[in-house]
């Protein structure tokens, strides 16, 4: 069975000691890093299958770390902080975190959040093999299958699908789908996420018309729940 590796960006070296105590007990390959440039070339080396990334780090901050990931990485990641503003959470949440634990905090409360988050992301559902092979995408090849059955879908319908299905379970907003997706045509607006959106969900419900894989959250944007 693969371990999960968890990579824990934190600078305080007695508090990342501890909260590394408990991964390690509870069966996770997890690891220390204090520096925030350090950390960030080590994730472009090799992605973890969650990051702990604290927002306060030297040389480069949180926020900035998890810019830059989310450019080549879907890698989950919970934002640990004492910074407990409202718009510190919401901006990073916005920027493509999965989940927040503010300090101080309990190391099971962080556990908790761990395997919460990890059973979310896609390829940690070994106890649902139904779910694993509902869909399937390959990005190198530019096609996706639902049920076996391939999708005629555009590019950017393509891409939509990708985001989603990439963070199953969490809401994605329109300016998100609008970074991920029309990265490259900034003249694009909002309303091009939603008419994109309607002909991909269309196209799901013609593939799979008993389900609705893709949900729209009122005022927020949409989810992919498989």
């Known amino acids: 069975m693969q371990t999960t590796e968890i990579l824990l960006v934190e600078d305080e070296p007695d508090l990342a000691r501890v909260l590394l105590d408990y991964l390690l ?11 925030g440039a350090r950390a960030l070339a080590r994730i472009r080396e090799r992605p973890p299958h969650l990051l702990l990334l604290d927002l306060m780090l030297p040389d480069l901050d949180g926020l900035s770390i998890l810019r830059e990931v989310r450019k080549f990485s879907q890698v989950p990641v919970i934002l640990v902080t004492a910074r407990v503003e409202e718009i510190d959470r919401l901006i990073g949440l916005e920027l493509g975190a999965d989940d927040y634990v503010c300090k101080p905090y309990s190391p099971r409360e962080v556990l908790a959040r761990v395997k919460a988050v990890l059973r979310r ?4 559902h070994p106890g649902d ?5 509902l869909i399937a995408i390959d990005g190198e090849t530019w096609q996706a299958t639902l049920q076996g059955r391939r999708l005629d879908l555009t590019p950017k319908e393509f891409k939509l699908l990708q985001a989603l299905a990439a963070r199953p379970g969490r809401v994605l907003s329109r300016s998100q789908l609008l970074d991920q997706v029309y990265s490259d045509d900034l003249e694009v607006s909002e309303r091009a996420v939603d008419s994109h959106m309607k002909n991909l969900r269309r196209k799901l419900s013609q593939a799979l018309p008993e ?3 893709i949900r729209s959250v009122y005022g927020v944007g949409f989810v992919f729940e498989p």
């Open 25 to 35: 007990r509870d069966g996770y390959d997890a690891s220390i890093e204090g520096n």
């Open 121 to 124: 992301a896609p390829g940690h």
């Open 129 to 133: 093999p139904a779910a694993a092979s």
């Open 211 to 213: 389900r609705e894989l």
